[in-house]
């Protein structure tokens, strides 16, 4: 049975969906390419974009977001190729054995990790490769003056805080970007505890991830 609470956010939402059916005359295009891999010119040609605005994965999905386990069935029922091996497909799914990307804005946090245990500051290292890929792809296809907004959270891994925001900046900025601001947003409605206990040893718990921030840049 749905609450009160419910039924006014289902009414609100299809409230509003019709609101932008009535007023988006435009039609969109749905396209499948993996970006840490390339971008198909036939699809986007290089300077043709004004405006991407995304989320990315904040991480390897089997330690933070289980991305994978969350969508499979949705995506067993729409028929997708490998809906049940999706972890393994997206960034950071395979893991990398050398880093690929040179960065002065989390240089730190970085080394902490690996003093603390190599094998995740790999599974990092692996997503980050993935991810410095996937904006040196998208970064040709936007014309000049076109902006990105990239929505990042900066996960903690053992302890340490790897900000996600900083290392989006610049890495938009080693490809021709300049930022401009990063707005930072309270995430509403969290499903997820406030901490956990990514040990399981008594005690010994860690905040969760409370803000979002959005990474605004323009292509010089």
Known sequence: MFSAFSKKKVSRNITGLKQYNNQCT??????SFNTVYGIPDEIIPDNSIDLVVT?????????TVAYGQFSRWANEWFGFENASNLDSLLMGGKKNV????ETKSIINELEQIYQIDHKRFME???FLNDYSASIKHIAPKIRAGGVVCFVVGNRTVKGIQIPLDFFTAEMFEKNGFEHKQTIVREIPNKRM???TSPTNKPGQKVSTMSHE???ILNKI
């Open 26 to 31: 435009k039609e969109a295009d749905t396209y």
């Open 55 to 63: 989320s990315p994965p904040y991480g390897d999905s089997h330690t």
């Open 98 to 101: 050398e880093k690929k990307f």
């Open 124 to 126: 990092v290292v692996s």
């Open 193 to 195: 505890p406030s901490k």
């Open 213 to 215: 921030y959005i990474v």
